[in-house]
């Protein structure tokens, strides 16, 4: 298996390659694509060769290529449809967002329990009733889901979405799910971020 | 220097912290914790005693000490003013998130460029013109900043952040920025949770 941090630098070489073929880039060499992650250019060799990708000494990868590479790695290359549970603020930011759809996420429902918010259209989407949502996981084959619903809903939430057939759920809520074991999570903590920062701009200063 | 995977568990481990101790659990032992990151039990000591914690074998760790430990080595016993800029869509999100400040953030200012967003209140704040933001970078003394413009705006933003004294950026654009050393960043990329989702269920389905 492949460990977490090597899937998660696949996408940081994916953002970096995808604004190079934006601006016309052709090539890139495993130096380049080191600056976006942290481990050096030998880190990048290491994560390529994993997966069978040996760029030539000097004349490095085809920056085409390494993109459909790397989406096929990570199951990218066909549209996975994707729905949104609780519409709230941040569902609100995320059913505007183009960045989703252009690699590969298309978000095709958005439910709620608020009956102020059902039938109002957010973005691509109008706003369900969560009654309705296992119908459309079924229309739709919808395999991910995006839980943005407060903490203390979550883990009940997330029963409802794998009973339906969700296999992935990335869990705003700060809640710990405890699901089946082929129900994955992928924990998305927004503070971490600025602890980050905290612990980065406090060791500068400390010296 | 403690590397960055140690700093990301520490703020797994204070979420799960901060969850029992508002449940009022008051010990908890390193198999627990190992439960909310990857890499078991002798990863959650190891990390511990990097900072000097020593649970005694059998009662575990006082819960409350733990989190005053963590909190000590991010640096977030003391409230950081933080700054938003860019204030459309994610950044009304983030505004009426109250997370942040329970964990040590207080976000004091957003500023914008567009003349009817400018003027208007969003969470805690008045949104203000750029123009507004090295003043009030200056009279809170604010050293991080959260970066929601679009991707083309990123760099010379930031540089405008950094010209005022930010220290640490938590960026949403999808460009990587180039600053000078003394200032960190923080690349946030949500379609990155979806992808590692996208591989994780590709996986599982293919055997
Ligand atoms: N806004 C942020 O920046 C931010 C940052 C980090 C984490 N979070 C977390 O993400 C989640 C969403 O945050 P938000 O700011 O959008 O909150 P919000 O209160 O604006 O939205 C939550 C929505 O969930 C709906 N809801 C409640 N119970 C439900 C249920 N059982 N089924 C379906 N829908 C239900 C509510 O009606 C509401 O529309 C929260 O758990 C929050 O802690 C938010
Ligand atoms: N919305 C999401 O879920 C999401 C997810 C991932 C990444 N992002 C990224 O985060 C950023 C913000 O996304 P959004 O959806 O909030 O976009 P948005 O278009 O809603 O908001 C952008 C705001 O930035 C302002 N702005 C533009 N140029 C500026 C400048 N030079 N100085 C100050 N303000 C300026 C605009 O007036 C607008 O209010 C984008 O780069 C986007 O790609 C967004």
Same mark, same amino acid.
Request: aromatic share 4%.
């Given at each position: 298996a492949i460990p977490d941090p090597s899937v998660r630098r696949l996408s940081a070489y994916l953002r970096h390659l995808e604004?190079?073929?934006a601006s016309g880039v052709k090539r890139v060499s495993s130096r380049q694509l080191a600056e976006y992650v942290k481990g050096g250019d030998a880190q990048v060799r290491r994560d390529l060769a994993l997966f069978g990708q040996f760029g030539r000494r000097g004349v490095g990868y085809d920056v085409e290529?390494?993109?459909q590479v790397i989406r096929t790695i990570l199951g990218t290359r066909a549209q996975w449809n994707v %729905?949104? @549970?609780g519409a709230g603020q941040l569902c609100q930011a995320l059913l505007r967002y183009r960045g989703f759809?252009?690699?590969g996420f298309a978000l095709v429902g958005a439910?709620?329990?608020d009956p102020r918010k059902i039938g109002t259209q957010c973005g691509p989407v109008t706003i369900r009733h969560i009654d309705a949502m296992e119908d459309?996981?079924?229309k739709h084959e919808v395999r991910l889901a995006i839980?943005?619903?407060p903490a203390q809903a979550a883990q009940q939430t997330a029963e409802k979405l794998a009973a339906a057939g969700i296999e992935g759920i990335m869990n705003f809520a700060g809640a710990g799910l405890s699901l089946p074991p082929h %129900?994955? @999570?992928?924990?998305v903590d927004l503070t971490a971020h600025l602890e980050q920062l905290s612990f980065l701009v406090s060791s500068t200063r400390a010296g």
């Open positions: 604004n190079l073929a290529d390494l993109i %729905v949104v @549970v759809k252009e690699r439910f709620d329990t459309i996981i079924r839980l943005t619903v %129900v994955h @999570v992928s924990q």
